[in-house]
């Protein structure tokens, strides 16, 4: 199982920001995937999760700015991250998680992928 992020980059306060992050592998079933972010010095916080039917969850430092979604492509799940009006205070690296099931007896197990650096500069 891999997951692969992008979207990252600079941008200006105020500014939005769209991150992907697909799972592709030997994958049976995902019961949710989720963004995380950590910044210098602090630890990895939750920002925002999406189950496989739908239902969200967001930190409250980024309700009404994030929008989280998933997507199903063949063998092929993303998970995407809207980020609008963003802060200096987003600054962080950018995680993708996901709990997946790889067999039908297999247990759920959580992923991550590779960080994706988030800056906004005031």
């Known amino acids: 199982v891999q997951l692969q992020a992008s979207g990252g980059g600079l941008v200006q306060a105020g500014g939005s920001l769209r991150l992907s992050c697909t799972a592709s592998g030997n994958i049976f079933s995902i019961n949710d995937m989720g963004w995380y972010r950590q910044a210098p010095g602090k630890q990895r916080d939750l920002v925002a999760t999406?189950?496989?039917?739908?239902?969200?969850?967001?930190a409250d430092s980024v309700k009404g700015r994030f929008t989280i979604s998933i997507s199903k492509d063949n063998a092929k799940y993303t998970v995407y991250l809207q980020m609008n009006s963003l802060n200096a205070e987003d600054t962080a690296v950018y995680y993708c998680n996901a709990d997946i099931r790889r067999t039908f007896q297999a247990p759920h197990f959580k992923y991550w992928g590779q960080g994706t650096q988030v800056t906004v500069s005031s």
């Open positions: 999406v189950s496989s039917g739908g239902s969200t969850n967001y």
